[in-house]
């Protein structure tokens, strides 16, 4: 397979860029230091840290809006979905339909944002004699015009249930692709929220985790010609993508009508793969609010401000679980 396959390849900062209908993915990815027994770090935060706004990686780690805490404090969604993968770490959720949870370590949290929701997310630090790693991916997924008003949602998709699909090459060498979305073969991801872009099979949204083994080569099997398919090369050395070669933290964007031969290059990799038939409809963004048009993200503020998409129930801005809590949702 020659190269035509590729479509562009593109470079990989903090928010990737993504194709509709898809709004864009961040990964995130920080080594927290201990933590203080507060679940925030063991260092000063006053020194080199813009607190409130910390996206700057000094020390290998962020703060985010949190502001003892790491994180992201009450915030409003309208218009769009949001779909947080976490590899490593735990995050700790609440929203203003009283809902919470606490997640991590390979589990996904698959939420609707609709008409309107807020919530908060937090990175507790709970290892107070060793580093907190976190390593999480978080996309956004539009919704067309008439589900930007269902009522919000949230679905837990736990990892025990994340069907593993394992393959080997003709080499004996292993592929492993993690279902977050979509089917590979006879096996099937879980479902996600009912109102979803991704709940329809003919929108073919697919997200996979792809972990390829030293020199292994796979096949990504082929969709229809009326989907976008992207694959983002985020761990790694090289790999070659039907037949030309990719240094790692790169985006490829790939024909999705045909299947493409990845060759792993000599050290294990890892690649999330994102595809879906667009939502072919105007997308206006501002903030936390993706609508159709200016005039309806005015009234998202309007709204907004109004109603505050509901009661906050909890007693402070940036909710964290009590510390012996394990993995949980309500």
């Not at 706004?53 to 020390?59: C, P």
């Not at 606490?102 to 004699?129: K, S």
């Amino acid at each position: 397979m020659s190269d035509t396959s590729i479509i562009e390849i593109k470079d990989l900062g903090f928010q990737w860029s993504t194709n509709n209908p898809f709004l864009f993915c961040v990964h995130h990815k920080d080594d927290f230091p201990r933590g203080n027994g507060k679940m925030g770090p063991e260092s000063s935060l006053l020194e080199g840290r813009r607190l409130g706004n910390d996206f700057t990686l000094k020390d290998g780690w962020r703060m985010y809006h949190g502001m003892e805490i790491p994180g992201f404090p009450q915030h409003p969604h309208r218009g769009f979905e949001t779909i947080t993968i976490v590899l490593e770490g735990l995050v700790d959720h609440a929203d203003s339909m009283g809902a919470a949870g606490r997640y991590g370590h390979g589990d996904v949290q698959w939420m609707t944002a609709g008409r309107g929701i807020q919530h908060c997310e937090m990175f507790p630090l709970l290892n107070e004699n060793r580093e907190n790693h976190l390593e999480l991916f978080q996309i956004w997924l539009n919704l067309p015009a008439k589900d930007k008003f269902v009522e919000p949602s949230y679905k837990m998709l736990w990892k025990e249930d994340i069907p593993i699909v394992s393959l080997s090459d003709q080499a004996g060498k292993s592929t492993e692709i993690t279902i977050i979305a979509g089917p590979i073969g006879d096996a099937l991801a879980p479902a996600p929220t009912p109102d979803s872009w991704a709940a329809k099979a003919e929108n073919e949204v697919a997200i996979w985790l792809i972990k390829m083994e030293a020199g292994a080569e796979w096949k990504i099997p082929s969709g229809s010609e009326n989907i976008l398919r992207s694959l983002y090369f985020y761990r790694g050395s090289k790999i070659k993508v039907a037949g030309r070669e990719v240094p790692a933290y790169k985006a490829i964007d790939i024909i999705p009508d045909h299947d493409v031969l990845l060759e792993n290059g000599p050290k294990t990799s890892y690649l999330l793969l994102l595809q879906g038939r667009p939502i072919n409809e105007p997308v206006v963004q501002y903030g936390p609010f993706v609508m159709n048009t200016q005039a309806e993200i005015q009234q998202a503020f309007e709204d907004y401000r109004r109603t505050g998409f509901g009661t906050w129930p909890w007693p402070e801005a940036a909710v964290v679980h009590d510390r012996d809590m394990g993995r949980f949702a309500k």
